[in-house]
């Protein structure tokens, strides 16, 4: 068949991230690395799609494209990452600590940024003809989301940051349960469909995605939106960070792996 049932895809899930851990630096970085690219490319395709049509919910049923390519090359988000390493660290598989779970992490993340970043530097020079004019309509766009995603929850104060913390959680439940659903199937075409739907769902909410906004922000800044380095990464980036780790987590990561691997004793008859 090519479904998987919960109990064996989640053990996979766990595979996958002891494997994970165990990778080289080499080949954890580069994995990253283009990962953060191809999503930012789709994230500026995205954009694209949204200010040609005028229907945002257009660039959202297209967005997911890049996903799915990363995913099926075999490429690493740090939203991935967050859910699938430290289940191999709960299962307790052998040689995993959370030392290799927090350098995993920390090679992705700096690989994400740097694939998002190189992006960001082509698109913008795209945008603004080698930064010899205006950005063009696309570019402006950019730079607005830029400016409306960090000023825009820094005037609410701690109630905009909570806002900023609770878009990452729920982006991260459900990029991870995009990751998941990869899982679930063994054909190409299932795998695309099962990453799709909640892909899709997160960028048309406008949910927080940290490697999305690897790209955005600094695009924004390269065609001087009006906000700086401090808040972006006080006001988008760290928060966003932070709740993609714990919507993953918690709603997609150990809810899975607390009800089928780690099953309850079935209740007896009265």
Known sequence: MSYLVPS???VKMVDAGESKIFMSTRDTVIRAYMAGAILALAAAFAVMVTVQTGFPIIGAILFPVGFSMLYLLGFDLLTGVFVLCPLALIDKRPGVTIGGVLRNWGLVFIGNFAGALTVAVMMSIIYTFGFSTAPDKVGSVIAG???ARTLGYAKYGAMGMLTLFIRGMLCNWMVSTGVVGAMISTTVSGKVIAMWMPIMLFFAMTFEHSI???FLFPSALLM????SVMDYLVWNEIPTVVGNLVGGLTFTGLTLYTTHVRTAPKRAYD
């Open 8 to 10: 064996e895809f989640v």
């Open 224 to 227: 001087s939106g009006k906000f």
């Open 212 to 214: 999305v906004n690897m």
């Open 145 to 147: 989301i830029g400016e």
